[in-house]
């Protein structure tokens, strides 16, 4: 694919810092919302972001530079000359339906058109096309310019051209493309899931406080605690996506009753004040535990001292069931995790570490008490009867 013009369409949250990803790796771009208010605030976010970077070492004039080659509008006819279009609308599936037939109508047939969905099918969503094969998953992480991750997911029509030119581009973009094959949440949101949850069964079970498994996971490998994430992202957003796995990959996935709780109390974090923290409303900064937390349930004024290791059993449980379906190369997995969540370790790594056979009798042990949550992954099995000491 030779790149002119790149394409976003949709300025909001992550179309503005996509779009200063690709100028950022000195393409023109044109971005592309319904309106000249939606623009307005995608361009008034870009600038914001810009700022930030000048203010941690980009010289000015390069800001100028890579600002001047972001271009606005609101006529779908002003991006038909792009080589790639990159979708990133809300997460509704009739505004993906709108958005994506109308790209196929006005691009050149050749365009790829990428798509930025977090969960959607993506084989679903090229048949919004008459393109299918050049439609493709091109999933990048929160905020777009700072994050080195791109999954790029193939749907079941899309040709491996499309696959490889898409990979360059994100290489173009200095990312780190992983190809990732189609799977409710994709690879690191998937594995990402079971480890946010484990941790609400922690706290559940009583095996220790918020802060007390914030800080261990912190001490483990993980830049931010699972509560202070939770808070930053959003409850009822986190709810969302627990239902959905939960949806998509059943009883493994059981949504913690104490999210449920959270939400229905409107307790949904830092945009509520409220959350697993309490924010000060002025600076928004946290203020203390909720201090109403220990009520909702049961075991919350236990004293116990959580071992961080227990929340990653599931992830990498779920790591060894992903390599197994094929989701992604053995090779992609930890790069993929550690540029995506900011772990220092990945959980093949982590399991490595902690030794594939005792990873096993412990997943073990707690199948027998728990249940679903830790049934272990055959391929773990596999490479415990093996006598293999890590996986790559
Ligand atoms: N927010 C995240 O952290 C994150 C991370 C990865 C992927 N995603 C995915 O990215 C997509 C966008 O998420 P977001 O958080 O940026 O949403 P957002 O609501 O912040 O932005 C969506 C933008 O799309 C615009 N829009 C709506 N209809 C349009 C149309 N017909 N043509 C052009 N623009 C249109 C809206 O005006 C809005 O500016 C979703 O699919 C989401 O799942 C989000």
Redo the contacts with the bound molecule.
């Keep these: 694919m030779t790149l002119n013009t790149v394409a976003v ?9 996509i779009a200063l990803a690709v100028a950022m790796s000195e393409l023109p771009v044109v971005l ?4 000249s208010k ?2 307005d ?2 361009i008034e976010r870009i600038e914001r972001m810009i700022a930030s970077l000048v203010r941690k070492g980009l010289s000015e004039e390069v800001a100028k530079k890579r600002r001047a080659l972001i271009k606005t509008t ?1 006529d ?1 006819k002003d991006i038909a000359h792009a080589s790639i279009a990159i ?5 509704k599936l009739p ?2 339906e ?2 994506l037939s ?1 790209l196929d109508a006005h691009l050149n047939p050749d365009a790829i058109i990428a ?6 099918p993506i084989s679903q969503l090229a048949r919004f096309t008459k393109r299918p094969h050049k439609v493709v998953g091109l ?6 310019h700072l994050m080195k991750l791109v999954e790029v997911i193939p749907g079941l029509d899309t040709d491996e051209a499309t696959v490889v030119a898409v990979m360059d581009f994100a290489r173009h973009l200095g990312k780190l493309p992983v190809r990732v094959e189609e799977c409710a949440s994709f690879l690191v949101n998937r594995l990402l899931g079971r480890y946010m949850n484990e941790s609400l069964f922690c706290l559940q079970e009583g095996l220790g406080q918020v802060e007390d498994i914030d800080r261990a996971v912190c001490d483990y490998v993980m830049p931010v605690g699972p509560f202070t994430l939770r808070d930053m ?1 959003g409850l009822d957003i986190g709810l969302a996506v627990a239902r959905f796995n939960f949806q998509e990959y059943g009883d493994r996935f059981a949504v913690p009753d104490i999210l449920e709780t959270m939400v229905a109390k409107n307790w949904l974090g830092q945009k509520s004040g409220r959350g697993f923290y309490i924010y000060d409303p002025e600076t928004k900064k946290k203020a203390g535990i909720n201090p109403d937390l220990a009520a909702v349930f049961k075991a919350g004024n236990s004293n116990g001292t959580i071992q961080a290791q227990r929340l990653f059993l599931p992830m990498i449980n779920e790591a060894f069931l992903a390599l197994q379906e094929r989701i992604c190369k053995p090779e992609d997995l930890d790069p993929a995790l550690k540029a995506g969540l900011g772990m220092r370790k990945g959980p093949l790594e982590l399991a490595a570490d902690m030794g594939l056979d005792n990873c096993l009798g412990q997943l073990e042990e707690l199948f027998a008490k728990h249940g679903e949550r830790f049934r272990p992954a055959p391929l773990l099995k596999r490479h415990v009867f093996a006598g293999h000491k890590k996986v790559i």
């Design positions: 369409v949709g300025a909001g949250t992550m179309g503005s810092s592309k919302d319904v309106d939606a623009v605030n995608g609101t779908v979708e990133v609308v809300p997460e505004i993906k709108a958005v109308e798509t930025n969905t977090s969960s959607l999933h990048f992480f929160n905020p777009a992202n």
